[in-house]
């Protein structure tokens, strides 16, 4: 294992909800956040709160500078069907990577100082959920 550098990702996004997946346009980052939901099980006379887990949960955003050319992420937003993700750490160790069919949402920002952006935030959209492989 080694660290890697950030710049070298790729996110891959379905254009349709039956389409494979294809590079997501001037994306510059990613998050991917894994969890479980808590149960709160606090009784009177626990010293503290208590929790059991529950069912795991995949959530996570991606953004980066808006392309007027592609709508993936907005047309997913607005049309409400899941959507292949996959996402490489490193285009440079391809063995590496998260995939799940996901349900995203999309914003669009834009200044007059700076560059027009998106962000899309999404969540795991079967009972598989996002999975890592390598």
Do not use: C
Not at 70 to 85: H, P
Not at 103 to 131: M, P
Request: net charge negative.
């Amino acid at each position: 294992m080694s660290r890697i550098a950030g710049r070298n990702a790729v996110i891959y996004f379905g254009t349709t909800t039956s389409a494979q997946a294809s590079p997501l346009s001037y994306a510059n980052t990613y998050t991917l956040n894994f969890g479980s939901t808590k149960i709160d099980v606090t009784a009177f006379g626990d010293r503290g709160k208590v929790s059991l887990a529950g069912l795991p949960e995949q959530s996570g955003s991606m953004a980066g500078f808006y392309d007027d050319g592609t709508g993936q992420t907005y047309t997913a937003a607005v049309d409400g069907l899941a959507r292949k993700l996959y996402i490489y750490p490193s285009s440079l160790t391809v063995t590496q990577y998260f995939f799940g069919s996901v349900v995203a949402d999309f914003n669009h920002d834009s200044t007059v100082d700076g560059a027009a952006t998106f962000s899309s935030t999404f969540t795991a959209a079967t009972a598989d959920g996002i999975q890592k492989v390598g």
